[in-house]
């Protein structure tokens, strides 16, 4: 049944890759850097200079508005704000130009800027939003530098992709959450103990080795450094848990299916301790980066755990229309992670134009990952004596994750920790997509490397004294 619903789902997904490929490669190159937001950021952590925010916010109030220019742009709004300070001192609104550039804001004081009927109420809540800017635009300058400065002439609107997607992303990856939990039994988790080698290697290659394989990739190609969202964005990817996606290449690969499933939906459960911790084990020493650990739990208890909980219920309580429904939720699992993807892109290509940030060495490093745990959760589970049957499964768990969280994920958490050019976001997609070009190498390299017959049922007699 599954087999015939993606038939020419391959197909189709190699013609998607190499179809986004090239829009992207088509993208001039030419990005402003993120080195004044930088600054401005360490200004509001208490470094640098204290008195640039005031100054800023009265110079702008200061220029002459009548000579200025009328621009109209796509943008975003950062807000930042100095926990020591007071006043105009302790705080700074900027718009960042999706073509690049990043404007400060003129802004009322506070009790004007709050008034009702204001332009400017409420500017915070935009925060994370793609919204068309109606501006004045002048130049000022403040301490012998140079800034653009802009004012709104009518309040910032969203824009209706953005919004639609922003959408989007929350119910389908809560839906496909209810569909994996339709497909899920307590004996899935039993399996635990059933099958004990399996599920133990399977989990520690998932949890303790991914996370390690995407740190070593990011610190020794230089992300860690030069580019410390893109790095954050491959641990949180190598930190989220197995997907749909998996368990489909599984299939295809005649692995155990039941395995696959088991670590799928352990390592979903999991996930609600394990990826808030390894995103502060691994980043909180990054420049710039702190983790929203509250947030993050939130974000996996509301769209992980909780329609997981209910479509498990539903399994429980109606199987035969659990049974029904599957089908249904497995294709909207595949096509759900696929509009989010080339969605998400299509609503972020602004961003490859910075080619230095895009180019080779960071696409050549998230293939690497997906590879590397492929290829590690093959490895090792050979070695400690695993049928290959299982092995095919733990393989794919281990290098293929569910990246539909992962985007949401960073998301939702990028305006909080300073994410300027959705680096995050932009990692796990690419990742999403580069995972099935891995998974479908893999699956192709199965049947010569890990052969397990035409029948490969045969192989559960040999893991039988696992079970006792």
Not at 39 to 52: H, N, P, R, Y
Not at 76 to 89: E, F, H, Q, V
Not at 324 to 351: C, H, K, Y
Request: include cysteine; charge should be positive; aromatic fraction near 12%.
């Amino acid at each position: 049944m599954i087999k015939t619903a993606y038939t020419s789902f391959i197909k189709k997904t190699v013609f998607l890759m190499l179809t986004i490929g090239l829009i992207i490669g088509t993208v001039s190159a030419g990005y402003a850097s993120e080195a004044l937001y930088r600054e401005f950021v360490q200004i509001s952590k208490g470094k640098g200079d204290a008195a640039l925010f005031e100054n800023l916010n009265t110079q702008s109030r200061k220029l002459d508005w009548t000579k200025a220019e009328t621009l109209k742009f796509k943008g975003t709004i950062r807000y930042l704000k100095a926990d020591n300070a007071t006043g105009d001192s302790s705080y700074i609104y900027m718009v960042r130009d999706l073509k690049g550039g990043l404007h400060i804001l003129s802004v009322p004081p506070g009790e004007f800027r709050e008034a009702e009927g204001s332009m400017y109420a409420g500017l915070t809540g935009l925060m994370g939003n793609k919204l068309i800017f109606n501006v004045e635009q002048q130049t000022g300058t403040v301490a012998g530098e140079n800034y653009s400065f802009v004012r709104l002439i009518e309040r910032p609107s969203q824009l209706l992709m953005d919004r639609v997607f922003k959408i989007s992303i929350v119910l389908m990856l809560f839906f496909v959450m209810v569909g994996m939990g339709l497909t899920l039994t307590v004996a899935d988790f039993r399996r635990v103990f059933q099958k004990p080698k399996g599920m133990l290697a399977g989990t520690v290659l998932q949890w303790v080795v991914m996370p390690l394989i995407a740190v070593g990739l990011g610190r020794l190609l230089g992300f860690y450094e030069a580019y410390p969202f893109i790095f954050v964005g491959l641990v949180l990817i190598s930190a989220s848990p197995g997907g749909v996606t998996s368990n489909l290449m599984t299939y295809y690969a005649k692995g155990d299916l039941a395995l696959s499933i088991s670590l799928t939906s352990f390592s979903t459960v999991l996930s609600l301790a394990l990826t808030p911790f390894l995103l502060v084990l691994y980043c909180a020493n990054v420049p710039e980066v702190i983790i929203p650990v509250k947030l993050v739990v939130q974000t996996i208890v509301i769209l992980v755990l909780i329609p997981l909980a209910v479509g498990m219920t539903v399994q429980a309580r109606w199987q035969k229309f659990a049974k029904r429904a599957t089908p249904f939720f497995a294709i909207l699992g595949i096509i759900a992670l696929l509009f989010l993807i080339i969605a998400g892109i299509l609503n972020n290509l602004e961003v490859f134009t910075d080619t230095q940030r895009y180019g080779f060495k960071f696409y050549s490093m998230v293939f690497m990952l997906t590879l590397l745990g492929i290829v590690t959760g093959a490895v090792f589970p050979k070695i400690i004596g695993i049928s290959n049957y299982q092995i095919r499964a733990i393989s794919l768990e281990t290098g293929l994750r569910n990246a539909s969280l992962a985007m949401a994920i960073a998301l939702l958490i990028q305006d909080y920790i300073g994410d300027f050019y959705s680096s995050m976001f932009i990692t796990s997609a690419i990742f999403g997509l580069l995972m099935y070009l891995g998974g479908f190498l893999a699956i192709w390299v199965f049947k010569k490397t890990l052969p397990v017959g035409d029948d490969p049922e045969y192989e559960k007699a040999g893991t039988a004294s696992e079970t006792t």
